[in-house]
Each structure stands twice: as structure tokens, then as C-alpha cells.
């Protein structure tokens, strides 16, 4: 067979993905055959999640409101750690393992879900899959959910709330305390989605954890702005019930239960998860943070000057309004943008997005429009 090669990331400007960390690739290549379902089998690896989701609990404010967050070595009944929380295989799966435990844990006939309109398209499948209606509420001029739009949505069958720390589009972070409290109201739970805002806001003033507001669960996923490898997403809950929600019995393996969506799971995510977090938790992501957001308000001020139309940039997403005829002469330059649900251009700033890699693109465009 032909030695097929990935594509290379020098022009890649939509992911919301990154070139791994070297000793997350490392570990991950360590970790390729062993399966963290099977916690009583391989215990190494489940000791490496226990610790991945022990420092996501750092990182999340959760060791701040919980007691037992120490990842104990994969000495759970459900074979994930002490901590309440797993890496799953990515953000669609955390946020739909978010939707089934609130939606077990209320137990109302015909449940809905309140989810904004800037919410990830994960919750729609979450939604079809389990059964749930899903209720949208519009965004206000700036792209965050309207607490007024949210607390008219909600009703006696209401489950979960969702609030989003990082829209996927825009980088927005909802006001995630006033919607906290809506769901809090409302008897349901309230689920943060920061799968790719979650190791960037550490380090802003943005409140969105699980010690700023009474979160219930919380989805950050180190295959995104963690720099793990692809597949590691993140699961959080404040309160062990969360996990014990999802946990179904497990006859034949020696652990009893398992709370993951996915049996036999990738060991080399874990592995690898958990070796980006310790090699980056808090300095490393703290540079790359500052870096990315000196990197996207320059960029934002190049096109401004250029003309373009270019929305406060909260996180690093640049969101522009090239022409179609721009996009697509950028793409056949081999740039990969992507655009917004309603037509503007978005640049990720990930860790491979470099200023000398914009430089090219402002010089592209420069030449093209
Ligand atoms: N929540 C948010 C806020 C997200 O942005 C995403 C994915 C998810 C959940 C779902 O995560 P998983 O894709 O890990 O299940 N956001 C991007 C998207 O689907 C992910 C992405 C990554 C897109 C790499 C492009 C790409 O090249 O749009």
C-alpha cells in the first residue's frame, strides 16, 4: 500500500483542532492498544484519566467546590476515576452524555431542552438520539444567549439548560451565572459548553466555571485547545449523581459499571490527554492564550483597516466579511476558511496559526480582492 500522509496544518485557518503536543503524541503512541472501558484490565491508563480529569477539575474550578477531585487511581466503581468526570471521544459525545444524565436525573414526561441558537450542532443529535425536544433561543446583537429568551423557554418539563463558553462561531461566552440561575429556577440542570473556549478562559475575566456559577456539568476537550490528540473530549458533573446517571451495568467486566457512551475507548486519547495537560497546565496554556489573543486582535486590525467589517474580538476567532468572490479565491490559494452559519468568513487562532501564516493571508488577499 502507498504511504498515505496527513495534510499538512501550514494553511488550515478553520479548525478548531491543532498539531498535538509532542509528548501528547508520544504518549498517545505509548497508549495505542489498551482500551480505558476496561478499567480493571488496564489500570495504568485509567490512572492517566483519573489524573487528566483531575486537572480538567483544576482547570474548571471544580477542585474548588468539590472535595474528592484528587483523581484516585481508578479505584471507581465505574472505572473512571474519583473524579466526577471522563474523557470521552469528544465534545459531541460530552455534550450528549450531558443531555442523558439530566435527562435521567429529572425524570419528566416529554423533556425539552433549552439550548442557544450559537449552541454546537452536537445538541441536535443529542436531542434526536435521546428523545428530547430541543427549544432554541435567539442570541442578542453579539452573538450571546438572551437571559430573557432563555427564562421565556423554560417550563416544568425543562431538563437542562445549556450555556456556551466559546460559541463556535463568534468565541462568545453566554452570561453562564444568570442562565444558571434560569435553569436553577426552572428545577433543571445547567450544562457549560467550553469543548474549545475551556483552555483559553482560565485566563480571561470571563465568569464560566463551576466556581463562578452553580454549573451542573461541563464539557472541555483537550483534542481542541487542549493541544491532546484527537480523540479526547471532556465530561464534567459538580455532583457524583451526574456520572451515576449514566453508569449501566457491566456483567462480565470486573468493574461493575461503565458511565461512558462508548465501550472499548481510545487509549491513546487518554494517554494523551492526559500528557498535554501535564505538560502545559496552567504556563503553557497560559502563553498560548496570550499569544493567540495578541496574534487575532492584530489580525482583526489589519482587515478593519482594509475595510472590513470585523466584530470585537473575544476569543481567538476573527470573524470578517470577505465577499463569496474573496472566500473562494482565498480557498483556491489553498487556504482553508470556513464561514459563519450566515455568511462571514471565521479564522481560528489555534496554536498552528501563526502571524507569519496570517501575514500570507493579508498578502493573498491583498492580491485577490
Ligand atoms: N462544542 C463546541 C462549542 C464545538 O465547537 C464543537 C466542535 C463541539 C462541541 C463538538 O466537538 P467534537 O467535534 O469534538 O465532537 N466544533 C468544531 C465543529 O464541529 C470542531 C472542528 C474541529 C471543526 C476541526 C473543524 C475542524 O477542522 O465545527
Known sequence: ????????????????????????????????????????????????????????????????????????????????????????????????????????????????????????????????????????????????????????????????????AGSTEYGRVDPIPELAAIAHEADAYCHVDAAWGGFLLPFTDHLWNFAHAPVDSLTIDPHKCGQAVIPAGGLLFRERAGMDALAVDTPYLESTSQASLTGTRSGAGVAGAAAALEALWPDGYRREYERAARVSRWFADELRERGYEVPAVELPIVVADLSTATFEALRERGWRLSRTGSGPVRIVVMPHVTREMLTGVLADLDDVR
Not at 488550515?12 to 480493571?40: K, Q, Y
Not at 472535595?67 to 484516585?72: I, P
Not at 450531558?98 to 436531542?127: Q, Y
Open 1 to 164: 500500500m502507498q504511504r498515505a500522509a496527513p495534510q499538512e496544518f501550514d494553511r488550515v485557518l478553520s479548525s478548531m483542532c491543532t498539531v498535538p503536543h509532542p509528548d501528547a503524541r508520544a504518549a498517545a503512541e505509548r497508549f495505542l492498544a489498551v482500551n480505558p472501558g476496561d478499567p480493571a484490565t488496564y489500570a495504568d491508563v485509567s490512572e492517566l484519566e483519573a489524573q487528566a480529569v483531575a486537572t480538567l477539575g483544576e482547570l474548571t474550578g471544580l477542585d474548588e467546590v468539590v472535595g474528592d477531585v484528587d483523581g484516585d487511581a481508578g479505584s471507581d466503581a465505574d472505572g473512571v476515576g474519583a473524579a466526577h468526570g471522563y474523557i470521552t471521544s469528544g465534545g459531541t459525545e460530552a455534550n450528549l452524555q450531558a443531555v442523558r444524565a439530566a435527562r435521567n436525573r429529572r425524570d419528566v414526561e416529554d423533556p425539552n431542552i433549552v439550548v442557544p441558537d450559537s449552541a454546537h450542532f452536537s445538541f441536535s443529535k443529542a436531542a434526536d438520539v435521546l428523545d428530547v425536544t430541543l427549544r432554541r433561543v435567539p442570541t442578542d446583537d453579539d452573538h450571546r444567549t438572551d437571559p430573557a429568551a432563555a427564562a421565556a423557554a423554560v417550563d416544568e418539563r425543562t431538563v437542562l439548560v445549556v450555556a456556551v
